[in-house]
């Protein structure tokens, strides 16, 4: 961590320094001028300025404040550390290195400067900010800081207006202030100003120690306080009042609870006049009808007076006043118009029970988020505060429908009167007593404009989702057409290759094959014409009978193929099958050719075909076997297949050849090496055979 010098001068400089291993450390001494509570604990000292001002300093924090006793006013010597900080820390004072004390030293007790009486005008002006001050008044309005719970604050009522206290719950407690409300007291502290992070933004009084708040007069019982009649609800009348130290303190009022809302409630006073009442948060009003005793500080509304702060509770009366029935629906215009008039803007201009009309402009879903209904008549906004019903009471109000509904009505303006000198005014508020003050009259047609734009997207939509149907099926039949007429050229072009192999298989068979057999026959006519038993002739004669036979077999090979359909066969495994078929009737034939037929042309088919019915030939018509395996793959251009049979073997290197009229192995060398391919016979007398062929495809 850096170095750092303190900024701060206080009974004696703190001084800031970095210890062997680099940590940040410090040392001072002062008063302390507040303590705050929680874990780490944090605190202050009293920094002198001068003229006779004072401030603040930084803060630092106690990590075990069990260990150490000390209250506003004592005289301390600290040090300990400088961190960065984190945690509750950062959340407090983000943004600041944390004085960390590890060492705290109690060295005696002084009072606290001494506080110069003021009034609230010249603390809510700012112009006793870093003095010592005292001030007199009513406790009123306590709360909870809103962001630190270590916090308080309340509004301490004079004649000169409010002043606004902040204090540690550490040394002030929140029920201890909560029982001071409307006690008499003197407050004694240094004057601040609240700069951020606050709901309130001024001038405001931080109580320093725990002798802070010295109480004068307790709170009056709830019998000895001033009641309010109507004539106590003259706006003006009621600043001079104030002005005179009048209505400081809480009043009560009998009455009839009319209506409540989420923020206020209205009180029908006894001669008749409404009271806006907003009740002590987390209390709740009682329903609508009740005769109630209400008490609360009374303030300044832009429509007359009201009670903040208001305890309710129910009494009994036996002559009740009943409530006066509404006038005929007043038009929005007029109320806008009253609302605009400070003369109008009154408690008996404005805050009346009055009925009014409207269309809905709100949705049932903001309905409920809201808990309000917005009407519109004339161009005019109106709302309907729904917050004290539930929302199923409101389940057939929609947009477009016209309502009647009977309520207190109330002007809207933007800010507090304290701190707005022109309130800008927002809007008319009803607050019905009961949810059967709000009647639906008209109900909306159905074609409403929402409606009818909704079709029309909707139809928009399903033509778009057609038009591209539409588009679709055409490329899909597009595609299709085409897939067709593929096949239909390779069908004819199949068909013309059947025909044409017919027609050749008949004239080789009318042909080739008839010569072969009047060759055939010449042949053995000659061998019995060898009276005299010449074994040149014979040799020459078995020979020539063995190449015819072969020939001849070749050519049934070939007829056969040329008759049959293996060719247009789209699997070899299948192709194979058929091709073996007129030599396997006696024998067990198991084939498994992985290769693809697309990846193969036609002469290389035919070459395998070929080989693999001839090796399977072989293996049946001079191996005598009884099962033939045969297996091919296919990898990347190159064809690997193989024929095992369980036959009697043979010896590849004695084994009969061309000489001797056999031409089986040599054909199929001469047709693999021609594909660039290798041959390689495994075979053994009595063991059976194996013969693996390579072919390559050329791509």
């Known amino acids: 961590m850096t170095t750092a010098l303190a900024t701060i001068a206080l009974a004696t400089a703190?001084?800031?320094?970095?210890?062997?291993?680099?940590?940040?450390?410090?040392?001072?001494?002062?008063?302390?001028?507040?303590?705050?509570?929680?874990?780490?604990?944090?605190?202050?000292?009293?920094?002198?300025?001068?003229?006779?001002?004072?401030?603040?300093?930084?803060?630092?924090?106690?990590?075990?404040?069990?260990?150490?006793?000390?209250?506003?006013?004592?005289?301390?010597?600290?040090?300990?550390?400088?961190?960065?900080?984190?945690?509750?820390?950062?959340?407090?004072?983000?943004?600041?290195?944390?004085?960390?004390?590890?060492?705290?030293?109690?060295?005696?007790?002084?009072?606290l400067p001494k506080a110069k009486n003021v009034g609230a005008r010249q603390i809510g002006e700012g112009m006793l900010t870093s003095w010592f001050v005292s001030v007199t008044g009513v406790v009123s309005a306590v709360m909870r800081d809103e962001m630190n719970p270590e916090w308080n604050w309340f509004v301490l009522r004079t004649s000169e207006g409010n002043v606004y206290v902040a204090a540690t719950d550490h040394e002030h407690p929140y029920s201890k202030l909560l029982s001071l409300t409307d006690a008499d007291v003197v407050i004694t502290g240094l004057g601040h100003r609240q700069k951020r992070w606050r709901r309130f933004i001024g001038p405001y009084l931080i109580i320093t120690g725990t002798s802070g708040i010295e109480v004068v007069h307790p709170p009056p019982a709830e019998q000895d306080l001033h009641e309010l009649s109507g004539s106590d609800l003259d706006a003006g009348d009621f600043a001079i009042q104030f002005g005179k130290g009048e209505f400081v303190h809480r009043v009560k009022t009998d009455g009839t609870l009319v209506a409540s809302g989420r923020r206020f409630s209205?009180?029908?006073?006894?001669?008749?006049?409404?009271?806006?009442?907003?009740?002590?948060?987390?209390?709740?009003?009682?329903?609508?009808?009740?005769?109630?005793?209400?008490?609360?500080?009374?303030?300044?509304?832009?429509?007359?007076?009201?009670?903040?702060?208001?305890?309710?509770?129910?009494?009994?009366?036996?002559?009740?006043?009943?409530?006066?029935?509404?006038?005929?629906?007043?038009?929005?215009?007029?109320l806008f118009k009253m609302a605009r008039n400070s003369d109008a803007a009154s408690t008996a201009g404005m805050r009346r029970l009055v009925t009014v009309t409207g269309t809905v402009a709100s949705s049932p879903e903001n309905i409920a988020a809201d808990k309000a209904i917005r009407i519109i008549q004339g161009g005019n906004f109106a709302t309907i505060d729904v917050s004290a019903f539930a929302d199923e009471e409101f389940s057939d109000v929609m947009i477009g429908c016209t309502?009647?509904?009977?309520?207190?009505?109330?002007?809207e303006f933007e800010s507090d009167p304290s701190i707005a000198t022109f309130p800008r005014f927002t809007g008319i508020s009803i607050f019905p007593a009961t949810a059967d003050d709000i009647l639906v009259t008209v109900t909306p047609p159905w074609w409403t404009t929402g409606r009818l734009v909704a079709v029309i997207i909707s139809l928009l939509g399903l033509l778009a989702i057609i038009s591209g149907l539409c588009i679709a099926l055409k490329i899909l039949s597009d595609r299709r057409g085409r897939q067709l007429y593929d096949m239909t050229i390779a069908h004819v072009r199949a068909e013309t290759k059947v025909e044409e192999r017919t027609r050749l298989a008949v004239e080789l068979h009318d042909a080739i094959s008839q010569t072969l057999t009047g060759v055939t026959l010449q042949v053995d006519s000659a061998g019995r014409a060898n009276d005299n038993g010449n074994e040149r002739v014979d040799t020459f004669l078995k020979t020539a009978r063995q190449m015819l036979a072969s020939c001849r077999r070749e050519l049934q090979d070939c007829l056969w193929d040329l008759r049959s359909r293996t060719f247009e066969e789209k699997d070899m495994t299948e192709a194979i099958i058929r091709a073996i078929g007129p030599y396997t009737e006696d024998v067990i034939a198991r084939v498994r050719f992985n290769v693809?037929?697309?990846?193969?042309?036609?002469?290389?088919?035919?070459?395998?075909?070929?080989?693999?019915?001839?090796?399977?030939?072989?293996?049946?018509?001079?191996?005598?076997?009884?099962?033939?395996?045969?297996?091919?793959?296919?990898?990347?251009g190159t064809i690997a297949f193989s024929v095992r049979d369980d036959g009697?073997?043979?010896?590849?290197a004695s084994a009969p050849g061309p000489r001797e009229g056999h031409f089986g192995i040599q054909g199929i060398r001469e047709r693999v090496y021609a594909a660039k391919g290798t041959v390689t016979v495994e075979s053994r007398k009595g063991k059976g055979a194996r013969i693996a062929v390579t072919m390559v495809e050329e791509q």
Request: with cysteine; hydrophobic share 35%.
């Open 266 to 334: 209205f009180i029908r006073m006894k001669d008749g006049s409404l009271m806006k009442a907003l009740p002590i948060p987390g209390s709740s009003p009682p329903p609508p009808g009740t005769y109630l005793s209400a008490a609360g500080f009374v303030s300044l509304d832009y429509g007359g007076l009201q009670l903040t702060d208001a305890t309710m509770t129910p009494v009994t009366c036996e002559d009740v006043p009943p409530e006066p029935k509404p006038t005929k629906p007043i038009k929005l215009d007029e």
């Open 648 to 652: 009697i073997g043979f010896d590849s």
């Open 403 to 411: 309502i009647r509904a009977t309520g207190v009505c109330n002007a």
């Open 596 to 636: 693809p037929r697309d990846r193969l042309s036609e002469s290389t088919m035919h070459a395998i075909l070929c080989i693999v019915r001839e090796l399977t030939a072989n293996a049946i018509r001079h191996g005598k076997a009884k099962h033939v395996k045969i297996a091919g793959v296919y990898d990347d």
């Open 14 to 111: 703190l001084i800031a320094t970095p210890d062997d291993g680099g940590q940040t450390t410090f040392a001072c001494t002062g008063q302390v001028a507040l303590v705050c509570g929680g874990v780490p604990q944090r605190f202050a000292l009293l920094q002198s300025r001068h003229n006779g001002r004072y401030s603040l300093s930084r803060s630092f924090w106690l990590k075990n404040p069990d260990k150490h006793s000390f209250e506003s006013g004592d005289i301390i010597s600290v040090s300990g550390k400088i961190e960065p900080s984190a945690g509750l820390i950062w959340d407090e004072k983000p943004n600041e290195d944390a004085f960390i004390v590890t060492s705290l030293k109690k060295l005696g007790h002084e009072p």
